[in-house]
């Protein structure tokens, strides 16, 4: 193995366990690291989705059975995202001018969930209606094609800035929508010409050990003030990467 191969490596795993610690696939962490270590480009879409299913999929295990789930949440946002990302991967914008300001969007959602962090777990939740989250899946779902980007990125700030979930059972919410949304994607991609790394198979055994560890610290271990810290740190590296790539 190659010297570019370990650091890639190691990369992903610290990506899965970020990431999966706050119930996300870390599909941008992956591109990022793979455009910085010089995958091709036609390899990254498919491998970026693969890797996102997996970490997706244990997440999405862990903090379930944590007990950090909500059906009443995820299943009227689920719904109507899957076939809205569809759409949204039919449509092109510009992105010279879409992508500064999905970053700064979330470079602000950012700073909200890192300067709430110290009263997570302590402020009175608010019920949202199925009439208000079915029509928010589909925005998300549609943002989620047109960008590439996880929908759970999305998500996750705005469930916690409307206080409509504990920060915990944000992270199980996000972590199954992301996997759907994934699944969709990755069966999209199946029927287009795609082009998968040989190292993927090393990639995918380093992310399952990185995604189960950081899911197990963030459904078990982690408080909410430490779990909505590392998402704003999630949310960071990703507006930046929104602005800077």
Same mark, same amino acid.
């Given at each position: 193995?190659?010297?570019?191969?370990?650091?890639?490596?190691?990369?992903?795993?610290?990506?899965?366990?970020?990431?999966?610690?706050?119930?996300?696939?870390?599909?941008?962490?992956?591109?990022?690291?793979?455009?910085?270590?010089?995958?091709?480009?036609?390899?990254? =879409?498919? +491998?970026?989705?693969?890797?996102?299913?997996? $970490? /997706? #999929?244990?997440?999405?295990?862990?903090?379930?059975? %944590? &007990?950090?789930?909500?059906?009443?949440?995820?299943?009227?946002?689920?719904?109507?995202?899957?076939?809205?990302?569809?759409?949204?991967?039919?449509?092109?914008?510009?992105?010279?001018?879409?992508?500064?300001?999905?970053?700064?969007?979330?470079?602000?959602?950012?700073?909200?969930?890192?300067?709430?962090?110290?009263?997570?777990?302590?402020?009175?939740?608010?019920?949202?209606?199925?009439?208000?989250?079915?029509?928010?899946?589909?925005?998300?779902?549609?943002?989620?094609?047109?960008?590439?980007?996880?929908?759970?990125?999305?998500?996750?700030?705005?469930?916690?800035?409307? =206080?409509? +979930?504990?920060?915990?059972?944000?992270?199980? $919410? /996000? #972590?199954?929508?992301?996997?759907?949304?994934?699944? %969709? &994607?990755?069966?999209?991609?199946?029927?287009?010409?795609?082009?998968?790394?040989?190292?993927?198979?090393?990639?995918?055994?380093?992310?399952?050990?990185?995604?189960?560890?950081?899911?197990?610290?963030?459904?078990?271990?982690?408080?909410?003030?430490?779990?909505?810290?590392?998402?704003?740190?999630?949310?960071?590296?990703?507006?930046?990467?929104?602005?800077?790539?």
């Amino acid at each position: 193995m190659h010297a570019i191969d370990i650091v890639t490596s190691a990369a992903l795993f610290l990506a899965a366990l970020l990431y999966s610690s706050v119930g996300h696939g870390g599909a941008s962490g992956y591109l990022a690291v793979m455009a910085l270590t010089g995958i091709a480009p036609a390899e990254m =879409r498919f +491998a970026a989705l693969t890797l996102n299913v997996v $970490v /997706a #999929a244990i997440a999405t295990f862990r903090f379930y059975r %944590a &007990g950090s789930f909500s059906h009443a949440l995820f299943w009227p946002v689920a719904l109507t995202s899957i076939p809205m990302a569809f759409v949204g991967g039919a449509i092109v914008l510009p992105m010279h001018l879409f992508k500064p300001l999905l970053g700064i969007v979330l470079l602000y959602a950012g700073w909200r969930s890192f300067s709430t962090a110290p009263a997570a777990g302590s402020v009175a939740l608010r019920p949202v209606k199925w009439t208000v989250l079915a029509p928010l899946g589909a925005v998300l779902g549609l943002l989620s094609g047109l960008t590439g980007v996880g929908g759970g990125i999305f998500l996750s700030p705005i469930l916690i800035f409307f =206080r409509w +979930a504990p920060t915990k059972t944000v992270s199980g $919410v /996000a #972590a199954a929508f992301i996997l759907v949304n994934s699944i %969709a &994607g990755l069966a999209g991609q199946l029927t287009t010409k795609y082009a998968i790394p040989s190292s993927l198979p090393v990639w995918i055994a380093v992310v399952v050990v990185g995604g189960y560890i950081g899911a197990t610290l963030g459904s078990k271990r982690l408080g909410n003030p430490m779990i909505q810290r590392l998402l704003a740190l999630v949310l960071v590296i990703a507006g930046f990467k929104m602005l800077f790539t």
